[in-house]
C-alpha cells in the first residue's frame, strides 16, 4: 500500500511539473498604458505589424534590437499562446498567433519606451 501511494505521490508531482512548463512565460505588468503583457524577466512585450499569424518577419538586424521571446524546443502551446518557427529553426511564443518581442531599450519592469516605435510596434496586451 506504502508503494502506491508513493507512486501516487510521484506521478502528480511529474504531472504538476509538465504542466508548469507548458505554460507560456509571460506575466501581466502595470505600464503608464495599463497592463501589458511581460516575459518572466518582467519586461515588456511588443507585437510587429509587419508579422502574421504564425510568421516572424523580424530576423537579423531586427532581431538584434526586438529579441522574440524565445521558446524551447520541448516547450509546448498553451491557450492563446503557440509556438512559431523562426527562419533560423528556432522556436518563438506567440499570443494569438502574433509572435512576441522585447525592446532592448526597455530598463526596468514597466518600461514601455518601445510602444509605436518606427509605426510598426505595439504593446502587447492580456
Do not use: H
Not at 499570443?95 to 512576441?100: I, S, V
Request: proline content about 4%.
Amino acid at each position: 500500500m506504502k508503494s502506491v501511494k508513493f507512486l501516487s505521490v510521484v506521478a502528480a508531482g511529474a504531472l504538476a511539473a509538465t504542466a508548469a512548463f507548458a505554460a507560456a512565460p509571460v506575466k501581466t505588468v502595470d505600464s503608464t498604458k495599463g497592463k501589458v503583457l511581460a516575459g518572466e524577466n518582467g519586461m515588456t512585450l511588443y507585437t510587429f505589424k509587419k508579422d502574421v499569424k504564425g510568421v516572424s518577419n523580424c530576423n537579423g538586424d531586427c532581431a538584434k534590437n526586438w529579441p522574440p521571446l524565445m521558446a524551447a524546443g520541448d516547450a509546448k502551446a498553451d491557450g492563446a499562446y503557440s509556438i512559431i518557427d523562426r527562419k533560423d529553426g528556432t522556436k518563438q511564443w506567440a499570443k494569438d498567433g502574433m509572435p512576441l518581442y522585447f525592446w532592448v531599450k526597455d530598463k526596468k519592469t514597466g518600461d514601455i519606451t518601445g510602444d509605436g516605435v518606427g509605426g510598426n510596434w505595439e504593446l502587447a496586451k492580456p
